[in-house]
């Protein structure tokens, strides 16, 4: 997983950033692969050599359980599972899966942060005028592995990136020196490799320079064990029901990966809403609808932003007009750096709203165009004043 300046900000307010980073890696830009195994590295941030880092998933759930464990106002309970709401009386019913006996409950507040199938989601839309939609792409993913032993020769501290136009393949390093490597494609292409020997071909056309990084037989074994999961983004409107009902995080706002804003975006929504809260002085009911009405463009404006930047990372970091853009984009922010800020850093690596991030890059669009035809019509009027006097 990829974690960045929201959710360093967040972990950092419960005084775990630190010990997070500890087992995490800096990667300071993306390394790209072409067809024909040469590799370019293209830095996150040029002016000041900011990164983002890899994380392990099941080491980040391990020292958030374990800090939540020492808190003796918190008690966790495993194994229940959300069966009804009652949003009338404010109560839910969950099931002790073990015993299988129901059991109802009451609170000043109940947080849904069960992911992008939520079941307190689920529930809330049945209210009136709550707005949901969500759009299943039609790319699936699948991970693959290089292993420890042969990731020693893929170039540290990086994002990899094997972009070819319709699809794309990642890999983020972890620290027993493997590689967790993800491809995203077509579903027909998936369907299309129907075995080993397919496989090795297509990799060896497209992919040439990750065959003997991924193995062969690995990569076979690992394409192999399962189905290509489903790639969804989704938006609601509010995140809240009453005064007592809140949903965080993928519930709220489930976005494809391609910015790697998933994780930073749930721990923002953490702290926003303790920031809120702390406004309030604990007014749960006033707490949740400024939640909603602060957050809900902002996340929607960074899943928008996510669908974007997969046309980005598969077939846009190829064009040289991509890289004259960053360049232009590098070196104002260089000499403007309050002003001029693109947008992979204002999203990256700052606090700035996602929708504000947005309006900020379609001003910098319109600036750029407006200067372009300037160009053109002081350019037209030197020319038509040369040829007036090549005439005379």
């Known amino acids: 997983m990829a974690l960045s300046n929201r959710g360093r900000r967040a972990l950092a307010a419960v005084g775990l950033e630190d010990l997070i980073l500890e087992s995490a890696i800096p990667m300071k830009g993306r390394m790209l692969h072409d067809l024909e195994g040469r590799t370019k590295s293209v830095p996150y941030d040029a002016r000041s050599g900011q990164c983002i880092y890899s994380i392990s998933r099941n080491y980040l759930n391990k020292v ?121 494609m077509p579903f027909t292409n998936f369907t299309s490799l129907k075995n080993e020997k397919q496989l090795i071909r297509f990799f060896q056309r497209v992919f040439p320079d990750s065959v003997s990084l991924l193995g062969e037989d690995l990569l076979a074994r690992d394409f192999f064990k399962t189905k290509p999961s489903p790639l969804v ?90 890289h004259l853009r960053k360049l232009f984009d590098e070196v104002l922010f260089k000499l403007l750096p309050n002003m001029w800020i693109p947008l992979y850093n204002s999203v990256t690596f700052s606090g700035i709203g996602y929708k504000e991030c947005v309006a900020n890059r379609q001003w910098q669009d319109r600036t750029i165009e407006r200067l372009f035809w300037s160009i053109v019509l002081v350019l037209a009027v030197v020319l038509a004043y040369v040829y007036s006097l090549w005439w005379r």
């Open 64 to 184: 958030l359980l374990t800090e939540l464990e020492s808190y003796p106002n918190v008690k966790l309970y495993f194994g229940y599972k959300l069966i009804s709401v009652n949003f009338d009386e404010e109560t839910i019913a969950v099931l002790n899966v073990k015993t299988q006996k129901l059991e109802t409950h009451q609170s000043d507040l109940i947080i849904g942060a069960d992911g992008a199938f939520s079941t307190l989601r689920r529930f809330m839309q049945l209210i009136p005028l709550f707005e949901f939609s969500q759009t299943y792409i039609k790319h699936g993913y699948l991970e693959l592995t290089v292993p420890p032993q042969r990731g020693l020769q893929m170039t540290p501290n990086h994002l990899h990136i094997w972009p070819r136009g319709q699809f794309m393949m990642i890999a983020l390093p972890n620290q027993d020196n493997s590689w967790t490597v993800t491809l995203f």
């Open 233 to 322: 983004s989704l938006k609601c409107n509010p995140y809240h029901v009453g005064t007592k009902f809140l949903i965080v995080g993928d519930a709220a706002h489930a976005m494809v990966p391609f910015y790697g804003q998933g994780m930073n975006a749930g721990f923002e929504d953490c702290l926003i809403l303790n920031s809120i809260l702390d406004q309030n002085k604990d007014d749960v009911g006033s707490t949740v609808h400024e939640f909603s009405a602060r957050r809900v463009e902002d996340a929607q404006a960074i899943c928008d932003l996510a669908m974007y930047n997969y046309v980005e990372m598969r077939d846009l970091v190829t064009r040289r007009s991509y």
